[in-house]
């Protein structure tokens, strides 16, 4: 089994069934909040800025902790309370479900060791498949930057599934977004959103709920690769490459970008949805 | 601010409209307001001719005519132009090209709100 995230495995492997893992979603939802809203349940700072801080921290590099100092005005020692208040009430897939009473403690012991085990594995795999990419430095950059921002500003967590050579395909129902980068090499970064993520991105980056299908909400996101795009340049440079994006664009299923032959394909799951965030990089070496 | 203190002028240009939404956001409520916003490079160089706003937030990655195309047009208009490029490509070429055309300043995406705020404080454009 490739790489995924402990409920699925669990799921997957019929040891729970799919009400179990909503239901310790649910309890994770409730337990696990974020460093702003905790801030705002202890009266630190109102709603107003616990949602100008999430947007700030989806938008930036910053890490949370600067910007609930430099938005929220707080103190670095009440910045540590609220660290450590998170951890202790942090709750993990696995508690959650032993909470619920779907999982004994000593079933989730045995399963999570099988787990950690085979992740261990997967990541090992995905890590030497990165490494024998064509393009490897490049495009594994381009693969990881964009992982990297599209979980960051949906707000979700992703990881990546699988990577490989394939025949490009834009599977039914999902949105593709992509950006040429070219120069000393010339690379497409396609991104292929299912509608969830759409919206979720397109949330994240203007902090505001947008209307399904409509062009805000696809520039939203194009916003989005452009920026994956811009800064996989920058990235790129620091081990050679001179490379400058083109504008980003939004495909229709019937017109791909990729060249003809197989491309670099990097599936990512993301959170506790089934759907996946898939990652194309496309080498052309005809630059 | 004192009360009578006139806000700055600034005129935004990107072909993302959610750029845009994002930068409005950014100055609301500060010293600095959004006068006009373009979408393109070409009608970008008319409403500068038009409005001569004190600075200009240009975006080097368009498609059409291109950032830095914009940016030598509005200078030819007025070489005392204050134009800031911005852009998530933060290369030492892209840089050099822009600030040896003529740009007053080149801002890399992404960036905070505080930072932004700053970074146009800068400027030195405050009445």
Known sequence: MATTFFGQYLLAKGVIDREALLDALDRQRQSNLSLPELAVQQGLIDRKRADAIMVQYRLSNQTMES????????????????????????????????EGGHLSEEEFATNFEEYRSMESAADQKIREAMRHLPNAEAVSTCVELT????????????KLESVGLEEDVLEDGMHRFSQRIFGDGDYTIAVDLPPVLVASVAKGML?????????????????????????????????????????????????????AGPVVRATVVSADVSFDVRVFAVADEET | ???????????????????????????????????????????????????????????????????????????AIDPDACIVMISSLGTEDAI????????????QKPFTRDDFIVFMRGLGKTA
Not at chain 2, 96 to 107: D, V
């Open chain 2, 96 to 107: 050099h090209e822009c600030l040896t055309t003529g740009a007053r300043s080149f801002l």
């Open chain 1, 207 to 259: 902090g505001f709920d947008v209307e399904a299908g409509t062009e805000t909400e696809a520039d939203a996101v194009s916003e989005v690769v452009n920026l994956i795009g811009g800064n996989a340049c920058t990235r790129i440079e620091q081990f050679g490459p001179l490379l400058r994006p083109e504008p980003p664009i939004r495909s229709a299923a019937d017109t791909l970008v990729s060249p």
């Open chain 1, 67 to 98: 910007i609930l100092s430099e938005i929220g005005g707080l103190a670095p020692e009440q910045v540590e309370r609220l660290q450590h208040k998170q951890r202790s009430s942090w709750l993990r897939i696995g508690a959650a479900l032993v």
């Open chain 1, 147 to 158: 992982v990297f921002h599209l979980a960051r500003v949906a707000g979700r967590p992703a």
């Open chain 2, 1 to 75: 601010m004192g009360e009578t203190m006139t806000k700055v002028s600034v005129m935004t240009v990107d072909d993302s409209a959610a750029i845009l939404t994002i930068i409005a956001a950014y100055l609301e409520d500060s010293e600095f307001s959004v006068i006009a916003s373009e979408r393109d490079g070409r009608r970008a160089v008319q409403r500068f001719e038009e409005i001569r706003p004190d600075i200009v937030l240009l975006d080097l990655i368009m498609p059409g005519q291109s950032g830095v195309e914009t940016l030598a047009q509005i200078l």
